[in-house]
């Protein structure tokens, strides 16, 4: 929850590959006041059945900026195993399961708003956008 002095951050993320929300999606929260300060982990969580993280630690007063880095390759490994005939087709290069095994986003935040930040994910792909 953001206050006057804080702001609040929330995820959800979507399998766009498989047309549902991806669930066991590790997410660390970092944090850093100024340009030039440093990194500061707040801690993390694991997307639910939903695909959503909802238990986030608060942000410290003063926060400028936050980080989500998102460890997305175990889910895809699982996913692959899960789905061995699915993927058939797939180019034949996918040994660890996705092009991209982590996911990093980054992003400006001011105090009293809130930021929910949506990464709709594939194996060879990502887009992530403010939401609401």
């Not at 695909?51 to 880095?69: I, M, N, Q, S, W």
């Not at 998102?70 to 699982?78: H, L, R, S």
């Not at 180019?91 to 991209?100: E, K, L, M, Q, T």
Request: glycine share 10%.
């Amino acid at each position: 929850m953001s206050t006057s002095t804080t702001a609040s951050v929330s995820t959800h993320v979507l399998d766009t590959s498989a047309g549902r929300p991806a669930e066991g999606i590790a997410v660390r929260l970092a944090a850093r006041a100024g340009h030039e300060g440093d990194w500061r982990d707040l801690g993390g969580s694991a997307t639910d059945a939903d695909g959503r993280c909802k238990d986030f630690p608060a942000l410290p007063e003063g926060t400028t900026h936050v980080r989500l880095d998102f460890a997305v390759e175990p889910y895809f490994i699982t996913t692959a195993n899960q789905q061995a005939d699915a993927q058939q087709d797939a180019p034949a290069n996918r040994d660890s399961g996705a092009f991209f095994p982590e996911v990093a986003i980054t992003f400006a935040v001011k105090p009293g708003e809130h930021y929910h930040v949506p990464l709709l994910l594939n194996p060879f792909g990502y887009s992530v956008y403010r939401g609401s």
